[in-house]
């Protein structure tokens, strides 16, 4: 856990200290969708698929447009694993821990990748390249260990071949830096 | 002569081991070597251990290869799979093939052989034929049909889908909603994704007769995220049965109406609790709400709101084109019809099997599924999901039925069956069961929160070997005050996993002789 120094703030604070082009984004999704009914999940989607996360200032700018408490909003937010706070790498590999990934090598695969990415959960490579998330069940349970990356499904991912996806993320980005 | 016509699975567990390299692999040759093919983009058909498994048509039906690897295909072009031919890869015909042959497919019927965005193959196949007949039904007879079939909800909890239906139609509210839970969280399951990606069509028939029959005008289908093949197939399948009056206003010029749209879940696994899954839907936390009331007088947003899982949704269409007699001639005492099984895990043909209810767990683990897939043996199966509990050998003749399951302490649950070989460490899953439910607990009542936490501790120092004796009674005792004192099962359940490991596999639990002696 982080610890976060808590000061009284003296100044005001302002609705949002969003990148320009963040809050663009942001306010862009939210005006899309906020007719909805329930509209808040698929606003929070829709800012995490634009900018791969969910920053902290997008939450008071969300709430004024929703009509929503910050509170509200933020609880929503840290209560799905799916939303992240803090910027991820240019890819996101989900790993699967359930059973039917641990009982074909998922737990070895996990200390896999962690030793090689050189991060643990939640973390993003040195290079900025991959963020190492888990993930309980892929829907791809009879051919496991099971990953994604992005939104590519792999099954029997034996460390060697995760070694091979890795690279070929890390070779694809570099072909197209997004 | 006409094109030949090839099948390569686009479902997502085919994918995952290289479809869609093949496929092009595929097109690449052919068009190398001048021949002309059409090929088509189907569902699984369930051997998913054969993936990517390429399909031919002849004159004698469907020829089955695989698994073909791009590295395979110009051997398979050298020796003329496109006339069906023999190779090492071969299987010959895909409905003779022995896992295929013996199923009986209700609910996954299309599922494999059509093209699932093709409205056309999919009306070709007996799709909408349930809709048409609901069409000329009362509201009270569509809701009489599904009761008289026998169909129980398929998403765990078993309960008779006709009742909850019927409580829907007799609510007054101005707007009613149908749910469709397509979560499948448990570990173990993909049914409802392969029929969301391989017959996205007969969950939107489904919905479609649930709203007739119970007067709800418009249906949301809750989709876990981690799901974004399904997504794209429901949104393209949506968007194709709007655009053929099968959804909307007026649809087939009935007067009725009924719209369905795709909501996407964001990975907490007790949103597939029902109530919880309608605070998602609201934009809320995942919270589960205190019953009553029911999800079916005051569910979506206070609305009277039948909540289904993808299979039972799935498999009323059959039901209304066929009959109920029909559907409730499958199956054993008061499991009636068919049940999607999923052998995952340490298996060796891993895959989807539709049976009726009454088949042994024996011999779906070694006819269907051919024993362990390290060959080495089964010692430990949980099926249910992460809530059901580890069955040892000696288990291994219980029928799937849900009475069956309930009676040994288990749950049948969606149908999922996990497999583990003798490398297991029972004393390991047990403490996952434990932190599983840690990270999931929506954290509403105590026990759940804090006992999990707690649990995971316990069999920590369990394993360790402190004190054993004094171990052992706490977890015992915390199994007991989740048991009772858990508002929904994720907190009531997790002692099935957790205390049939250590009554099962109590060995498991002592094997740190060293730390004892230290003690
Ligand atoms: C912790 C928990 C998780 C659940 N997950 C799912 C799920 O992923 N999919 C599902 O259909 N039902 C799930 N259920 C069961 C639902 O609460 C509910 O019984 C079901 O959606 C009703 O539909 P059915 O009658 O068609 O099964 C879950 C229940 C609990 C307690
Ligand atoms: S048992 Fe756990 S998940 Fe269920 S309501 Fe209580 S705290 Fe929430
Ligand atoms: S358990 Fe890993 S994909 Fe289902």
């Known amino acids: 856990m982080k610890s976060e120094k808590r000061v009284i703030p003296i100044k005001l604070e302002r609705l949002s200290s969003l990148a320009p082009a963040q809050r663009t984004t942001v306010l862009e999704v939210c005006v899309r969708m906020k007719a909805m009914p329930g509209a808040l999940l698929p606003i929070l989607h829709g800012v995490q698929d634009a900018l791969g996360f969910v920053p902290k200032d997008a939450v008071p700018l969300i709430a004024q447009e929703l009509n929503l408490s910050r509170a509200e909003v933020h609880g929503v937010v840290t209560f799905y694993h799916w939303f992240r706070e803090d910027k991820p790498g240019r890819q996101v590999v989900h790993l699967c821990r359930a059973e039917a990934c641990q009982a074909v090598g998922a737990t070895e695969l996990e ?68 | 002569m006409s094109a030949i016509k090839l099948y390569v699975p686009c479902d997502a567990s085919a994918l995952a081991v290289g479809a869609d390299e093949t496929a092009q692999a595929i097109a690449a040759q052919a068009q190398a070597r001048g021949i002309d093919i059409q090929l088509v983009r189907n569902g699984s058909r369930g051997m998913l251990w054969l993936e990517p498994l390429v399909e031919v048509e002849t004159a004698q039906g469907r020829v089955a290869y695989g698994p073909v690897q791009v590295e395979d295909v110009a051997g398979l072009f050298d020796a003329g799979f496109t006339r069906g031919a023999e190779h090492r890869l071969g299987h010959g015909l895909t409905a003779a093939m022995p896992y295929l042959k013996n199923q009986q497919r209700l609910t996954f019927a299309r599922v494999g052989i059509t093209d699932p965005l093709s409205l056309d193959d999919y009306l070709a196949h007996g799709g909408y034929q349930g809709l048409a007949n609901a069409l000329l039904m009362e509201q009270a007879a569509i809701v009489q049909c599904v009761t008289d079939s026998g169909l129980r909800g398929r998403g765990g909890a078993a309960f008779p889908a006709g009742i909850k239906w019927r409580t829907v139609l007799g609510a007054q509210a101005e707007q009613k909603y149908i749910v469709c839970n397509a979560d499948e969280g448990d570990s173990g399951t993909f049914s409802d994704r392969m029929v969301m990606e391989g017959d996205p069509f007969v969950l939107i028939e489904g919905m479609t007769i ?22 794209r197939a429901l ?28 909501r996407l879940g964001a990975g907490a696994y007790i949103c597939g609790e029902e109530t919880s899954l309608l605070e998602s839907l609201e934009g809320k936390r995942g919270q589960v709400r205190f019953k009553p009331p029911l999800p079916a007088l005051q569910g979506l947003f206070g609305k009277p709101t039948v909540i289904n899982n993808v299979i039972t949704l799935a498999s009323v269409p059959i039901i209304l084109a066929r009959g109920a007699e029909h559907y409730k001639n499958f199956g054993m005492g008061r499991s009636r019809g068919t049940l999607p099984i999923q052998l995952a895990g340490n298996i060796k043909l891993g895959g989807l099997v539709e049976l009726a209810f009454g ?161």
Request: charged fraction near 20%; glycine fraction near 10%; charge should be negative.
């Open chain 2, 210 to 231: 649930a709203g007739l029959a119970t007067g709800a005008t418009r249906g949301y289908i809750y989709l876990r995220c981690e799901y974004p093949h399904a997504h």
């Open chain 1, 111 to 178: 200390a896999h990748a962690k030793r090689t990415l050189g991060v643990d959960f939640h973390g993003t490579t040195a290079d900025g390249a991959l963020t190492l998330e888990p993930v309980y069940c892929l829907g791809n349970c009879a051919l496991g260990p099971s990953l994604m990356i992005g939104e590519q499904l792999r099954g029997r991912v034996t460390p060697r071949r995760f070694d091979e996806l890795m690279q070929q993320a890390r070779a694809s980005q570099a072909r197209s830096p997004a």
């Open chain 2, 235 to 262: 949104n393209a399948a949506i968007a194709t049965a709007y655009a053929n009056n099968y959804l909307g206003e007026n649809l087939r010029d009935s007067g009725r109406r009924f719209d369905l749209e795709v």
């Open chain 2, 359 to 519: 088949a042994t767990l024996r011999e779906l683990l070694y006819d269907y599924g051919g024993g362990s897939l390290s060959g080495r043996p089964i010692r430990a199966v949980q099926v249910g999901g992460p809530l059901g509990a580890y069955l040892p050998e000696s288990q291994f003749d219980t029928k799937l039925d849900y009475e069956a399951f309930v009676e040994i302490k288990g749950m049948l649950g969606h149908g999922g069956i996990v497999v583990f070989d003798d490398s297991v460490d029972m004393a390991a899953q047990a403490r996952y069961a434990m932190e599983f439910c840690a990270i999931e607990s929506c954290g509403k009542c105590t026990p759940c929160r804090i006992g999990s936490t707690r649990g995971v501790e316990v069999i920590d120092r369990l394993i360790a070997g402190e004190q054993p004796v004094k171990q052992e009674a706490v977890l015992r005792d915390l199994c007991e005050t989740l048991t009772y004192g858990s508002l929904c099962a994720l907190g009531g359940l997790t002692p099935y996993p957790v205390l049939s490991a250590l009554n099962h596999f109590p060995q498991d639990f002592t094997k740190s002789p060293h730390a004892v002696a230290a003690a």
